[in-house]
């Protein structure tokens, strides 16, 4: 009787309702029905989190029920306070409403649900809710919400709330406001860290102002906010702004009548002293929400629906006979879209979507997320390279830390790329469960260094090298000369942690080992073209880092003669010294969720004994060289890696998919990248309340256009080696490459591709074993067998 399904607010009088009507039911992510768990709470928070890089809000319902962990984040908003490490910061929130009758909140909490649905809009990047509930007074109340923060301007929010008494007419009290009693989740579950301080409270006729500073770092964020009873117009209501503590609330009584709808509407700013000068923030941010609300939404509305197509024309992939496969994957690019950063910063591996992994930067953005943003959006793509040429000088210091030269990128970084990796896994057990990972996962140095090669691979951006790639290179190369020893004429990376992270202080990683090995050779490659081609933009390079020839030659000679070999008998790459001695096991058992469960006997405490791993390690480093290795070693160590990996990272899967697709398992492939393409929308690890698994993500994406595309790109040519699963009618996509625009539908036996470019002329394409030459600004038809 009280199904309201979202609308859209169409039908609600309202100027602009025609904008936010739903999209079709293929772009939309409906969750029906309510569970009072904290942690179903929380699941639904991550998946609902809507953004734009700058601004991400959690999913939360306004009226924030008992269990709920809303947040709002700002892109590289870091401090410590009393936290043990740098974490990212919970923001003061805009979006609380609460409706109160008779003294008695309106909340899932304590009412009797009647219908709840919360509605993700893809395409439009907005958040629908409708929920009928019923208090203890039994009065029925419906409250509907959509809300967004824009793509186009990201300082702003909009907000639309409104109630409809079903069965009563009485006096109803609403409030809403800017809330600054906002806390960091603890280690424990009552322990809250408190990061922000009340630096300025206003108010005026229209307008609300709250402006915070974190306590650590100084960094101060100002948000104002206009609240108004917008529908019916006849309806009075008025507002009584509220001070408690950190707290902000207009507080409005109306009279309500039964049946009839009240809409308000919330417009929010939001800065920080990154963007303004202290000293100006009240009056721009006030500036800023008079503006706007002179202008109005719909002005925004409009232009923000156009940044979204904008996005979606270039990111979007369509997948035509597999809905399942299709609604997942628009879910993660959905993901990436909302997380891309406008400006100089880069990707936790948790998004922006709460508090997980403290918001730390982790491997996980150069070698999972970053592709996706090289292949879309360039632009954005060089500000996470440049949050990592921004933190060199933090890298330096981890370096120094450890008595080496050089740069070493933190295991998790944050504002100023010093490590952050907390150091004990549990509060309780100081003493007994240190992480390791902050000291010996050296690889992210290399990991890092793969994106920058990878950026310009793909996009040719030459200023980005001598601004800031050619130091990032050439810095890290020095760090990798003073961390490796000689030892009987070969060199070594003794006690370091690989991808896998059951096997600590383990020496000579195979993973890190080859990556190093790449990136001393690349260092010397760049050097060399560098002096050849372009002396004088070097040369200052040089001269600021004081590198010269000789050194480089050093590089060389560790490169070459840095341990890593392949048995010759077995195909084998051992994942590191050692590791074939270790006890074998191989997984034979999955849970009910078809996740492998560890043989009897072995544990978490004695896993490091066994030749279980965690994660893809050494099929990682294959699928990330896939030239450099034979069909064959892919092979052998496929068969013997996937039955020893327990898959308990989330990283995991999407290496198995575009692995097992290129040795021909591609029944496992499919069934790997579905887990990766649900791995939240399925909580399958049981942790989506605590955030988005980003790595999956962008993970999700390179399976299908790496993968199932089989895409890639060598220096002057396009690669393609598709396979589509029997049900995929159809793939298509668009990608980025240099200067030009590729458009690619494939089917199982052709592909159609139009390479747009600002020039008539041809470009070499291989399609398995066949090379064709295609002509730019046309569509071409080329056929294939990819059995
Ligand atoms: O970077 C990963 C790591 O590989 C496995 N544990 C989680 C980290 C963050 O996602």
């Excluded at 024309?313 to 997380?339: E, H, M, S, T, V």
Aim: glycine share 8%; hydrophobic share 35%; aromatic share 12%.
């Amino acid at each position: 009787m009280y199904r309201t399904e979202s609308s859209g607010f169409a039908g609600t009088g309202l100027h602009h309702a025609s904008l936010l009507g739903l999209s079709e039911e293929a772009w939309l992510m409906r969750r029906k029905g309510f569970r009072r768990t904290a942690n179903s709470i929380q699941i639904a928070e991550s998946l609902f989190t809507t953004g734009n890089g700058y601004l991400n809000i959690r999913g939360s319902l306004e009226e924030l029920p008992d269990g709920h962990a809303g947040g709002m984040y700002i892109g590289g908003v870091y401090d410590r306070s009393e936290a043990d490490v740098e974490e990212l910061v919970k923001c003061p929130m805009w979006t609380d409403v609460s409706v109160w009758s008779e003294g008695e909140k309106f909340s899932l909490s304590t009412c009797t649900l009647l219908f709840h649905e919360q509605v993700l809009d893809m395409k439009k990047g907005i958040l629908h809710r409708s929920t009928t509930m019923r208090n203890s007074a039994g009065r029925i109340l419906t409250i509907e919400s959509l809300r967004l923060v824009y793509m186009h301007q990201i300082h702003l929010g909009y907000m639309l709330f409104r109630i409809t008494p079903r069965n009563f007419s009485a006096p109803l009290r609403v409030f809403s406001g800017l809330n600054g009693e906002v806390c960091n989740r603890g280690f424990f579950p009552e322990e809250r860290i408190k990061h922000l301080q009340i630096e300025r409270i206003e108010r005026g006729r229209n307008f609300m102002y709250l402006e915070m500073k974190t306590r650590q770092q100084g960094i101060r964020i100002a948000e104002s906010a206009s609240w108004k009873l917008i529908l019916p117009k006849s309806a009075r209501a008025y507002p009584e702004p509220r001070i408690y503590g950190e707290k902000f609330t207009s507080e409005m009584t109306l009279d309500v009548e039964k049946g009839q709808s009240y809409t308000f509407e919330k417009l929010a700013v939001v800065h920080t002293s990154r963007e303004i000068p202290e000293d100006r923030m009240f009056r721009r941010s006030i500036c800023e929400l008079k503006k706007y609300v002179r202008t109005g939404a719909e002005v925004h509305l409009a232009a923000h629906l156009q940044a979204w197509e904008e996005k979606w024309k270039q990111a979007d992939i369509r997948i035509a006979g597999d809905p399942p496969a299709q609604g997942a994957l628009r879910f993660n690019i959905y993901q990436l879209l909302i997380n891309g950063p406008p400006v100089s910063g880069s990707i936790g591996a948790k998004f922006l979507s709460s508090e997980g992994y403290l918001g730390h930067v982790f491997w996980d953005t150069e070698i999972f997320i970053l592709p996706f943003f090289i292949y879309n959006f360039p632009e954005t793509a060089r500000n996470m390279l440049h949050y990592r040429y921004a933190t060199l000088p933090g890298a330096m210091k981890n370096a120094e830390r450890n008595g080496y030269r050089g740069a070493k990128y933190a295991w998790e970084s944050a504002s100023t790329g010093e490590d952050v990796t907390p150091r004990f896994a549990s509060k309780l057990e100081r003493t007994i469960r240190l992480i390791y990972t902050g000291m010996e996962e050296d690889h992210i140095v290399s990991d890092v260094i793969y994106g920058v090669e990878k950026y310009f691979r793909v996009t040719g951006d030459e200023d980005f090298l001598f601004e800031c790639g050619l130091e990032m290179v050439f810095q890290t190369a020095r760090f990798w000369a003073s961390r490796v020893v000689f030892n009987g004429g070969i060199y070594e990376i003794r006690r370091v942690i690989g991808p896998d992270e059951f096997h600590e202080h383990v020496d000579n990683n195979a993973y890190t080992n080859y990556m190093v090995k790449w990136h001393l050779r690349l260092a010397c490659m760049l050097f060399t073209y560098m002096t050849k081609r372009y002396r004088d933009r070097l040369e200052p390079i040089c001269r600021k880092i004081e590198l010269a020839e000789e050194e480089v030659a050093v590089w060389l000679s560790v490169s070459r003669g840095l341990k890593f070999s392949i048995d010759p008998a077995t195909m084998l790459v051992e994942q590191f010294d050692g590791y074939f001695r270790l006890r074998d096991y191989i997984i034979e058992g999955f849970d009910r969720k078809g996740h492998p469960k560890l043989p009897r006997g072995v544990t978490y405490r004695n896993i490091g004994s066994t030749t279980l791993i965690k994660q893809a390690d050494v099929l990682l480093l294959m699928h990330l060289f896939p030239h450099a290795f034979s069909e064959e070693a892919k092979q052998a160590n496929f068969d013997y890696y996937e039955k020893r990996t327990a898959h308990k990272s989330s990283l995991s899967h999407c290496t198995h998919a575009m692995m097992g697709l290129s040795v021909g398992k591609r029944s496992r492939a499919y069934h790997y990248f579905m887990k990766t393409a649900l791995f939240d929308l399925e909580n399958l690890h049981g942790n989506t309340a605590m955030g988005i698994h980003a790595a999956a993500v962008g993970g999700a994406w390179q399976t299908v256009v790496y993968g199932f595309g089989g895409l890639s790109i060598k220096s002057d040519r396009l690669v393609l080696k598709p396979w589509l699963p029997g049900k995929w009618k159809r793939l298509s996509f668009s990608v980025r490459w240099q200067d030009r625009s590729i458009d690619l539908t494939i089917y199982h036996d052709r592909i159609s591709i139009c390479i747009a470019a600002p020039y008539d002329g041809e470009i070499p394409v291989s399609l398995y074993r066949k090379t064709y030459k295609i002509r730019t600004n046309r569509k071409e038809v080329l056929h294939y067998c990819s059995s």
